[in-house]
């Protein structure tokens, strides 16, 4: 029965993805892999980096590792999808693999949700309790912390997964992005959604807009913090790494919330392709960039690696 209505019997979907625009797919094809392989280097530079540098081991730069290594799986997770379907006449993704890509999209979207809350507190610490900082970001509360992050995005999702591929899909095989995601899926069922659609609306609450509350809150103490400083130096060192976090969170929470937090138009559908083109093609790329441009102990490091 299930079969019948999902259309699993073909085993495949068509990703529309940009195919109303056709004269664009292969300047879409070329910006795309250029982003795409400044994330997979620069992301992996800073990993590398941080594991061969002493100076680097510190929570600041475990959490941004663990951000990086995150960037690098979500973008994998569907960009070269997007690209071989650019490049060429079939757009197809197997059943298989749209479930295998909705799941590390979803998982790995909440993770980094969670994982900037959690580098905003290592940034509170570090501001408004340095002589602290130490103890309270213990190594094995920063990997406990870290696995937390990870576990509840994968947790989430596999919740969420299921519930979207119990929808009856009617056969419909042309999913309206250029990746698997939960609301074009929703989009292909001839049955209430409702419920489904509320399901997403809390746990995009939950993963978007508590997470940002946190970060708001953490920014709120460390502004204080920065009032009373006398310091130049302390002041400009505050500033470099908050920015840059600062800036980072903006690049991701608010496209995230231009696509999950906003009923879904045919309008909306269209511009909502190339908000999530943003967020997961130009922000993993410009993270490493954010992260190390003026960051003197990353220059100092690559000073020290080339001897």
Not at 197 to 220: K, R
Request: charged share 10%; hydrophobic share 50%.
């Amino acid at each position: 029965m299930m079969e019948k209505f999902n259309g699993t019997s073909q085993d495949y979907f068509i990703l529309l993805g940009f195919s109303n625009w056709p004269h664009l797919e292969i300047a879409l094809f070329v910006i795309i892999l250029i982003f795409y392989l400044m994330t997979l280097t620069g992301n992996t530079f800073i990993i590398i980096l941080s594991y061969l540098d002493s100076h680097l081991h510190t929570p600041m730069y475990f959490f941004l590792s663990n951000l990086s290594f995150l960037d690098l799986c979500y973008t994998t997770s569907s960009i070269p999808q997007l690209l071989v379907n650019l490049w060429g006449p079939e757009k197809t993704i197997s059943y298989a693999g749209c479930m295998v890509q909705l799941y590390f999209v979803l998982a790995l979207g909440a993770t980094e949700c969670i994982l900037l809350v959690v580098m905003s507190y290592d940034r509170y610490v570090a501001v408004c309790k340095p002589l602290h900082y130490t103890v309270l970001m213990h190594p094995r509360l920063c990997h406990l912390l870290a696995v937390a992050s990870w576990a509840c995005g994968f947790t989430n999702s596999a919740v969420h997964s299921l519930f979207t591929f119990w929808v009856p899909l009617c056969g419909n095989r042309q999913v309206d992005y250029f990746f698997c995601e939960v609301p074009a899926l929703l989009q292909l069922s001839c049955f209430d959604i409702h419920a489904n659609e509320l399901t997403l609306m809390v746990t995009s609450s939950i993963f978007v807009l508590l997470p940002l509350i946190l970060i708001f809150i953490s920014y709120g103490a460390i502004a204080r913090a920065v009032l009373r400083m006398q310091s130049t130096t302390g002041l400009q060192k505050v500033f470099g790494t908050c920015g840059a976090h600062l800036m980072v969170v903006s690049l991701f929470f608010i496209p995230v919330m231009c696509i999950y937090l906003q009923p879904s138009t045919e309008n909306s559908q269209d511009r909502g392709k190339f908000i999530a083109l943003f967020y997961t093609v130009v922000t993993p790329s410009l993270n490493p960039l954010i992260y190390t441009l003026r960051n003197k102990d990353v220059r100092g490091a690559v000073k020290r690696l080339m001897g």
